[in-house]
């Protein structure tokens, strides 16, 4: 049985107690060696600011793999994060938005720009159309020699982005 997108939301993940979950983050990026992984510190800052944005399952006892595929694992088998966190985050203040490669283009990204109402982003060139989607202009290209920066417009309209807002739980 899959699971509805609406049973999907959005929390920072808190120091006190989520610190596996933030270091199965890094451990996934480092392995991924896709870049971001030099920006751990600035989302260090973030998970201890409180600021790291993580997609969650409301059903923790729903198997993953029923709901959306095998979680990312390392060399080993063993997965990086728990059953209710799904591999994306947005960390706010270094404006960082990341999906893990196997999970892009399913709406987890539209969900966290969405639910955290996002406005204002230095977008990396290749993410542009991504963000050009979500209805973001230019507003001063090639900013710090690889971001453009980018304000939200009037976002497109469809039937999956409704179908993925959902209010927080709590």
């Known amino acids: 049985m899959k699971q509805s997108p609406a049973q999907l939301y959005v929390r920072p993940l808190q120091p006190d107690g989520d610190a596996i979950e933030f270091m199965g983050f890094l451990d996934m990026l480092q392995s991924l060696d896709d870049g971001f ?4 510190v600035a ?3 973030a998970y201890i600011g409180g600021t790291f944005n993580v997609i969650c399952d409301r ?5 993953r793999a029923e709901i959306v595929g095998d979680p990312p694992h390392d060399a080993s088998g063993v ?4 059953a209710d966190i799904l591999p994306a985050f ?6 960082i938005l990341w999906v893990h490669p196997d999970y892009r283009r399913r709406g987890y990204g539209t969900l966290l720009v969405n639910e955290l109402g ?10 542009l159309p991504f963000w050009t989607a979500m209805g973001f202009v230019h507003v001063e290209p090639h900013q710090h020699g690889y971001a453009h920066r980018m304000e939200r417009g ?17």
Do not use: M, W
Not at 37 to 40: A, I, M, P, S, V
């Open 154 to 170: 009037q976002p497109r309209r469809s039937k999956r982005l409704r179908l993925l807002s959902s209010p927080n739980p709590n």
């Open 79 to 82: 997965p990086f994060l728990s």
């Open 59 to 63: 059903y923790e006892d729903t198997p």
């Open 118 to 127: 996002i406005t204002k982003v230095g977008a990396l060139t290749e993410a």
């Open 90 to 95: 947005y960390a706010v203040g270094c404006d």
């Open 37 to 40: 992984y030099h920006n751990r």
């Open 43 to 45: 989302l260090l800052n």
